[in-house]
């Protein structure tokens, strides 16, 4: 879609400011420009594209490792299919959806203590999520409310701080670490991948859960989404060092509010060990559009399937 050089000159300064204002502590943006002609602005054309053709509010699926991106890469897609498109977009993350503190105390209780960390598939509120998502796909749109999660409380926000949505949008990103991820073979849970799944797991319990819920209910909601985007970082090993600096991120976000030490984040990122290098050894087949990620944290490159 061809745009005038006066639009193309407005988005690109809505994106800097953008940029700039996500620029903390020592990970500045590399190849800004660069990366707004080559990567954001041909993945929203291939989503206004999409959306033209069918004229249904789109679902997008954007998935890829912690510290991959993923909530920035979001908010500049919102702003150029806004500006280029004049799509109304809104943003979400699977994160919103878990379950309360009290409804994973019960649930460690009850099925494994593993169960008490927020993260995998069994923890998040997926009668809420599924209802969310048919709600937003619906002819006859309904207003309604999306829920936040507060994790420098470990719990879900008040009411008060929760999405208000009042319009029908055109575009949907739903974005999280396991959106669109596939169940495991039995026989590939048998052996652990960490010292979590060998001292804490012993039974298999906590891993045999959390694939049953990926092949039943978090099937039925990854059904709805339209369009996969995957965020490919090089390796596993990157995502304890990218958790590290969205910590730092989180602390100035949350006022000094008490954060995870590099310790408490090394033990607490195995417990997405299992679905992540699934993902990076599998999903690329099936996500439309593929973007690698290089060591340095930069888009390397892109692929559309």
Same mark, same amino acid.
């Given at each position: 879609?061809? /745009? ?215 099937? /039925? ?45 090394? /033990? ?29 944290? /930069? ?7």
């Amino acid at each position: 879609m061809q /745009k005038s050089y006066l639009s193309y000159k407005r988005l690109t300064f809505k994106y800097l400011n953008f940029i700039k204002s996500q620029e903390v502590l020592s990970e500045p943006f590399r190849n800004k420009k660069e990366q707004l002609d080559n990567y954001y602005l041909p993945i929203s054309e291939r989503i206004y594209k999409d959306y033209i053709e069918n004229k249904k509010t789109l679902i997008i699926g954007l998935t890829g490792g912690q510290g991959s991106g993923k909530s920035t890469i979001s908010k500049i897609l919102k702003i150029i299919l806004k500006e280029n498109f004049k799509l109304n977009t809104v943003i979400f993350s699977i994160d919103d959806f878990y379950k309360t503190l009290k409804q994973r105390k019960i649930m460690s209780k009850k099925v494994s203590s593993l169960f008490l960390t927020r993260g995998v598939p069994g923890t998040h509120d997926t009668t809420m999520l599924f209802n969310c998502l048919k709600n937003l796909k619906k002819s006859k749109f309904r207003k309604f409310l999306i829920p936040k999660f507060d994790k420098s409380t470990d719990d879900r926000a008040s009411k008060k701080k929760w999405q208000r949505i009042n319009l029908k949008p055109q575009i949907v990103i739903f974005e999280g670490w396991c959106v669109g991820a596939e169940p495991q073979k039995n026989k590939d849970l048998i052996r652990p991948l960490n010292n979590l799944e060998k001292e804490e797991d012993r039974n298999r319990v906590w891993r045999d859960r959390v694939n049953k819920e990926l092949k039943t209910v978090y099937k /039925k909601i990854f059904g709805l989404i339209d369009y996969f985007i995957f965020l490919k970082v090089p390796n596993f090993e990157h995502v304890y060092k990218w958790r590290l600096l969205q910590e730092k991120k989180l602390k100035l976000q949350s006022k000094g509010k008490k954060i995870m030490s590099k310790k408490q984040i090394e /033990k607490f990122i195995m417990f997405y060990e299992r679905i992540t290098k699934n993902m990076l050894k599998n999903f690329s087949k099936r996500a439309n559009t593929v973007v690698n990620i290089d060591t340095q944290h /930069k888009l390397k490159s892109i692929k559309f399937n």
